[in-house]
């Protein structure tokens, strides 16, 4: 069955300004994960998609959501850090999976920081324009491997902040990505289902605005 969207309504008169839903689903080995955390005014964004023989990919994808969490409830922000500390915890407890990541941090302002590694990313759709891969030049490695380099980015909220794994990022067609995403999470997973109603591989996707 469909994962239901989850996450936080922006609400007017209160601090929160951000607003971020989610979903993840199942469309091959079921190795995807998200997380979504608010507190003290700020949101913690997390995807994962794990890879690995013997499903642990999901392992993986859930060591690091969880370390991840962690450091970011301790105060930790040095996402690069975080992201290389992650990529040896796995390499030693992970049972040979490995996992790509994208993790940010927005504050109520709008501003956020984040970093990356594998082939989940974060595309920033502003109401015109084209698509802004925040992500582009991130190394393929992935966590878990010993040898990621994450790569940092930052910017302002400025429109949309996607956040995916390559289910949807490898099938989706640029000019459906700002029609879909005024829609929610759920057109966006739509968007790349097959006729056949399934989907080509799992597809984990935040969607802040």
Request: glycine residues 12%.
């Amino acid at each position: 069955m469909p994962a239901a969207p989850a996450g936080f309504p922006r609400v007017s008169g209160q601090r929160t300004m951000i607003s971020a839903t989610c979903r993840v689903e199942s469309g091959s080995a079921g190795e995807d994960r998200v997380l979504l955390e608010q507190h003290d005014g700020r949101t913690l964004a997390i995807v994962c998609d794990g890879a690995g023989n013997g499903g642990q990919g999901g392992r993986a994808a859930d060591l690091a959501i969880a370390e991840l969490k962690r450091m970011w409830q301790a105060g930790f922000v040095d996402w690069v850090r975080a992201l290389r500390s992650v990529d040896q915890l796995l390499k030693s407890q992970a049972q040979g999976g490995e996992t790509t990541c994208v993790a940010v941090q927005i504050s109520d302002d709008g501003e956020f920081r984040g970093a990356s590694v594998g082939d989940s990313g974060a595309w920033m759709l502003r109401a015109t324009g084209a698509v802004q891969d925040l992500t582009a030049q991130q190394d393929r490695a992935r966590l878990g491997s010993g040898q990621a380099y994450p790569n940092p980015f930052k910017a302002q909220l400025m429109g949309r902040l996607v956040l995916a794994s390559d289910g949807l990022l490898k099938y989706a067609r640029s000019s459906d990505l700002r029609r879909c995403a005024a829609r929610g999470v759920d057109a966006l997973v739509d968007s790349v289902r097959l006729k056949s109603g399934s989907l080509p591989d799992d597809v984990a996707v935040i969607l802040v605005e």
